[in-house]
């Protein structure tokens, strides 16, 4: 199995209390933000993804969000370059871009194979829609956001494969010349990842022979998780192959603790401002009207109960929403898992919401120590 | 008064159309909210007028086609449903997104047109004036913020939902959304044309409007200088629904 450290750089220090207050921390108004302290935790939270590389994780992994305390990465090809030239062997994951989101794809077929090249093809290349909360703050139209996903990724995948210069005559974007400096070095282009909280369509589209991208389940209950999982499995069948566990991913929080009550006892308040305040935004701005098919959101909303409710930490280790324990908790958790599911990568957030650099640290060596060399030699 | 309930078929695209009346034919062009059910505002108008409430394409029972992608798209089919229906000296009233598109009908083609009634219109940005965010509304707060009074805000809400309806008010939100989402709720190429609309201009504003405040309404006297302005006391975004008569008579005047 391959194990990738990943990040969401939260604002970590966020006014609690404002951030309850307000109900939400996106679109929280950045009178609350101190560029003192987003100077200290960006530091902080890039030292401790190269840390990463140190206590022998195979990836590790930024991805985008836009104003928001959730996370402090509206580019994260800002932080995957300092971490292209502080790294040596570690893969670069960012997960993702936001396709929709950005005014062209170009751009981002540009950068992640700058990357690529920077870092001697270490780069995974992962795409995404953004939430639902970005079409709001970024304006861009939720009900054509599958079209431009779709669109962006063509012309990126063109563009890293194609010799140029050609044209491209989309819907939405269009250029006439085509012809990238630079090239990605992996060949024939980096490894594209798809992160997802869960759907049939991008589970189709994902798995489709021309394509055969890794699918990743990310924060979920683990029934939903395994649920997601075999569902790809199942379409790569329907396709007429079997696919790799290196095609499924899971991306889960965790916290390894000497004992299964340190472990909930350090993580408690962190991982509950986590769920519970950073992760939390009403309805209306989580699904815009086309961000999700219509029959999908109905069911959000006869279950918006059960979501939008606080969860307790106890509740989310039930759910498996959350990995919590001593190492050998962790260890014989994830084996369970796997067994069951086969995913052949597993991203873990050491960090979330609040918790402080010491801690994360203390979960990390814990991880790595004790529980990575377990799982790694899953096969 | 007995309304016709049926549809009709123009550019391959279904639309339930709802029709009563004798006269001159008006075309009443309904908001994001849709057209759901026959209004008393409807039949008093049809004691005058041949009186059509189409639901839009994308809206209600109507059929979503896929060539609908913007405000220009919708104006352009209603300009063919005007000719497909043969209607001719019409009085085209719209009210909110429905305003919006009887203006972007009116700068293209005003040949099949007598007047246009714009009834708190969506469709231009106004300076310093700051719509209310539907999107980010729960359906409960939209049916709140579209009334003054909230006895008639109580009593739409009061009615039970079914899965039909649910349908219809997702079905709704997404065409809006998907007309009207970015640039929100106007069309900033819209008022360099404005001139072109040489058929008399009445515009209606309820004064306590939470949606489209009307603050926005100075902004259309200065845009449409001839036009009859009427702003009605006591009264949210639907003049025509909470102020029935005051808003027949202004129409008819």
């Given at each position: 199995m391959q194990i990738i450290l990943f990040h969401?750089?939260?604002?970590?220090?966020?006014d609690i209390d404002a951030a309850r207050k307000h109900g939400t921390v996106w679109g929280l108004p950045n009178k609350h933000y101190d560029p003192q302290v987003a100077h200290r935790l960006y530091n902080r939270f890039l030292d401790e993804l190269e840390y990463g590389e140190e206590l022998g994780f195979d990836g590790i992994s930024v991805n985008e969000h836009h104003q928001t305390a959730y996370g402090m990465m509206p580019s994260p090809i800002v932080t995957a370059s300092a971490l292209a030239r502080r790294t040596k062997k570690v893969k670069i994951a960012?997960?993702?871009?936001?396709l929709p989101l950005r005014t062209h794809p170009m751009m981002v077929a540009e950068e992640h194979a700058m990357i690529d090249v920077i870092s001697g093809g270490r780069l995974i290349s992962g795409f995404v829609r953004g939430i639902g909360a970005e079409y709001h703050t970024f304006g861009v139209n939720p009900t054509i956001s599958h079209d431009r996903f779709h669109e962006a990724h063509d012309l990126i995948v063109r563009a890293w494969t194609e010799k140029g210069p050609f044209s491209f005559e989309g819907h939405h974007y269009r250029v006439n010349y085509v012809n990238l400096w630079p090239q990605p070095m992996q060949k024939p282009h980096p490894p594209i990842w798809i992160p997802s909280q869960g759907s049939k369509e991008t589970i189709d589209w994902a798995a489709h022979p021309d394509r055969r991208y890794t699918y990743l389940q990310t924060f979920s209950p683990s029934k939903v998780v395994a649920r997601y999982l075999k569902m790809y499995r199942d379409t790569c069948q329907g396709f007429g192959y079997t696919a790799k566990d290196s095609q499924l991913g899971w991306s889960i929080p965790i916290y390894v603790g000497k004992t299964d009550d340190a472990a909930r006892r350090e993580a408690k308040v962190h991982f509950e401002n986590f769920r519970n305040v950073f992760v939390r935004m009403p309805l209306e701005m989580l699904l815009p009207p086309g961000y999700t098919s219509r029959d999908s959101l109905k069911n959000v909303m006869k279950a918006k109960a059960q979501m939008f409710g606080d969860v307790t930490i106890e509740q989310a280790i039930e759910l498996g929403l959350f990995v919590c324990g001593s190492p050998q908790t962790v260890l014989s958790i994830f084996k369970n898992h796997w067994n069951e599911m086969r995913f052949g990568n597993l991203l873990v957030s050491c960090q979330f919401g609040t918790l402080p650099g010491d801690l994360t640290r203390k979960n990390m060596e814990l991880f790595a120590r004790e529980v990575m060399p377990g799982l790694k030699a899953l096969n | 008064m007995k309304f016709s309930d049926g549809f009709v078929e123009v550019l391959g695209c279904k639309v339930h159309l709802r029709r009563a009346g004798k006269g001159n034919p008006l075309l009443f062009l309904h908001g994001a909210s849709g057209a759901p059910a026959v209004l008393p505002f409807m039949e008093k108008l049809a004691e005058r007028f041949d009186v059509l409430v189409p639901e839009h394409p994308g809206y209600g029972q109507s059929d979503e086609p896929a060539?609908?992608?913007n405000i220009h798209d919708m104006a352009y089919f209603y300009l063919d449903f005007l000719k497909h229906l043969g209607l001719k000296e019409v009085t085209l009233v719209g009210s909110s997104m429905g305003g919006w598109i009887a203006m972007e009908m009116a700068v293209r083609d005003t040949s099949r047109l007598s007047s246009l009634v714009l009834v708190g219109p969506a469709g231009i940005a106004a300076p310093g004036v700051k719509p209310a965010d539907i999107f980010l509304m729960s359906p409960e707060e939209v049916v709140k913020g579209l009334?003054?009074?909230q006895k008639l805000a109580a009593a739409r809400l009061a009615i039970p939902e079914t899965p039909e309806s649910i349908d219809v008010g997702l079905k709704n939100r997404h065409t809006t959304a998907r007309l009207a989402w970015e640039p929100r709720l106007h069309d900033p190429f819209l008022p360099k044309w404005l001139h072109r609309i040489d058929v008399p201009v009445k515009i209606i504003w309820g004064?306590?409007?939470?949606?489209?405040?009307?603050?926005?309404a100075s902004h259309y006297q200065k845009l449409f200088p001839k036009a009859e302005m009427f702003l009605f006391d006591d009264c949210g975004h639907l003049p025509h629904v909470e102020k029935a008569e005051k808003f027949v008579e202004a129409v008819c005047r």
């Amino acid at each position: 199995m391959q194990i990738i450290l990943f990040h969401l750089m939260p604002y970590a220090e966020v006014d609690i209390d404002a951030a309850r207050k307000h109900g939400t921390v996106w679109g929280l108004p950045n009178k609350h933000y101190d560029p003192q302290v987003a100077h200290r935790l960006y530091n902080r939270f890039l030292d401790e993804l190269e840390y990463g590389e140190e206590l022998g994780f195979d990836g590790i992994s930024v991805n985008e969000h836009h104003q928001t305390a959730y996370g402090m990465m509206p580019s994260p090809i800002v932080t995957a370059s300092a971490l292209a030239r502080r790294t040596k062997k570690v893969k670069i994951a960012i997960l993702g871009s936001a396709l929709p989101l950005r005014t062209h794809p170009m751009m981002v077929a540009e950068e992640h194979a700058m990357i690529d090249v920077i870092s001697g093809g270490r780069l995974i290349s992962g795409f995404v829609r953004g939430i639902g909360a970005e079409y709001h703050t970024f304006g861009v139209n939720p009900t054509i956001s599958h079209d431009r996903f779709h669109e962006a990724h063509d012309l990126i995948v063109r563009a890293w494969t194609e010799k140029g210069p050609f044209s491209f005559e989309g819907h939405h974007y269009r250029v006439n010349y085509v012809n990238l400096w630079p090239q990605p070095m992996q060949k024939p282009h980096p490894p594209i990842w798809i992160p997802s909280q869960g759907s049939k369509e991008t589970i189709d589209w994902a798995a489709h022979p021309d394509r055969r991208y890794t699918y990743l389940q990310t924060f979920s209950p683990s029934k939903v998780v395994a649920r997601y999982l075999k569902m790809y499995r199942d379409t790569c069948q329907g396709f007429g192959y079997t696919a790799k566990d290196s095609q499924l991913g899971w991306s889960i929080p965790i916290y390894v603790g000497k004992t299964d009550d340190a472990a909930r006892r350090e993580a408690k308040v962190h991982f509950e401002n986590f769920r519970n305040v950073f992760v939390r935004m009403p309805l209306e701005m989580l699904l815009p009207p086309g961000y999700t098919s219509r029959d999908s959101l109905k069911n959000v909303m006869k279950a918006k109960a059960q979501m939008f409710g606080d969860v307790t930490i106890e509740q989310a280790i039930e759910l498996g929403l959350f990995v919590c324990g001593s190492p050998q908790t962790v260890l014989s958790i994830f084996k369970n898992h796997w067994n069951e599911m086969r995913f052949g990568n597993l991203l873990v957030s050491c960090q979330f919401g609040t918790l402080p650099g010491d801690l994360t640290r203390k979960n990390m060596e814990l991880f790595a120590r004790e529980v990575m060399p377990g799982l790694k030699a899953l096969n | 008064m007995k309304f016709s309930d049926g549809f009709v078929e123009v550019l391959g695209c279904k639309v339930h159309l709802r029709r009563a009346g004798k006269g001159n034919p008006l075309l009443f062009l309904h908001g994001a909210s849709g057209a759901p059910a026959v209004l008393p505002f409807m039949e008093k108008l049809a004691e005058r007028f041949d009186v059509l409430v189409p639901e839009h394409p994308g809206y209600g029972q109507s059929d979503e086609p896929a060539w609908l992608e913007n405000i220009h798209d919708m104006a352009y089919f209603y300009l063919d449903f005007l000719k497909h229906l043969g209607l001719k000296e019409v009085t085209l009233v719209g009210s909110s997104m429905g305003g919006w598109i009887a203006m972007e009908m009116a700068v293209r083609d005003t040949s099949r047109l007598s007047s246009l009634v714009l009834v708190g219109p969506a469709g231009i940005a106004a300076p310093g004036v700051k719509p209310a965010d539907i999107f980010l509304m729960s359906p409960e707060e939209v049916v709140k913020g579209l009334f003054f009074d909230q006895k008639l805000a109580a009593a739409r809400l009061a009615i039970p939902e079914t899965p039909e309806s649910i349908d219809v008010g997702l079905k709704n939100r997404h065409t809006t959304a998907r007309l009207a989402w970015e640039p929100r709720l106007h069309d900033p190429f819209l008022p360099k044309w404005l001139h072109r609309i040489d058929v008399p201009v009445k515009i209606i504003w309820g004064k306590q409007d939470k949606i489209l405040p009307a603050a926005f309404a100075s902004h259309y006297q200065k845009l449409f200088p001839k036009a009859e302005m009427f702003l009605f006391d006591d009264c949210g975004h639907l003049p025509h629904v909470e102020k029935a008569e005051k808003f027949v008579e202004a129409v008819c005047r």
